[in-house]
């Protein structure tokens, strides 16, 4: 059974800055695509960060673009989130996913397993 473990979140100043992690286990996690999804209270879970199997390429969406870098450790099974420049419409609940086809996937459908999130809350 796959399982993702999310931690990192936590109350932050705007303008601060947070570092989500999500450990894996289950199966190699090497195959797998990962991601990170975003749900506000009232709102669908929106995408946010997608890496490759092999970290080689990354997409982001456009409202975390330049603030948000998505990586990945295999070794660790563990990939992160690092995000600066935080702003309060970035509150929400972050949840990791992996998708089991090593490629980059952006849509909620497209992941198979999910982490059951962290809070992430930034203050005015």
């Known amino acids: 059974q796959v399982q993702l473990v999310e931690s990192g979140g936590g109350l932050v100043q705007t303008g601060g800055s947070l570092r989500l992690s999500c450990e894996f286990s289950?199966?190699?996690?090497?195959?797998?695509?990962m991601g990170w999804f975003r749900q506000a209270p009232g709102k669908d879970r929106e995408f946010v960060a997608a890496?490759?199997?092999?970290?080689?390429?990354?997409t982001y969406a456009e409202s975390v673009e330049g603030r948000f870098t998505i990586s990945r450790d295999n070794a660790k099974r563990t990939h992160y989130l690092q995000m600066t420049g935080l702003k309060p419409e970035d509150t929400a609940v972050y949840y990791c996913?992996?998708?089991?086809?090593?490629?980059?996937?952006?849509?909620?459908?497209?992941?198979?397993?999910w982490g059951l999130g962290t809070q992430v809350t930034v203050s005015s």
């Open positions: 289950g199966r190699t996690f090497s195959t797998f695509g």
């Open positions: 890496i490759n199997w092999r970290g080689t390429y990354t």
């Open positions: 996913a992996a998708s089991p086809v090593p490629v980059l996937r952006t849509k909620v459908s497209d992941f198979e397993y």
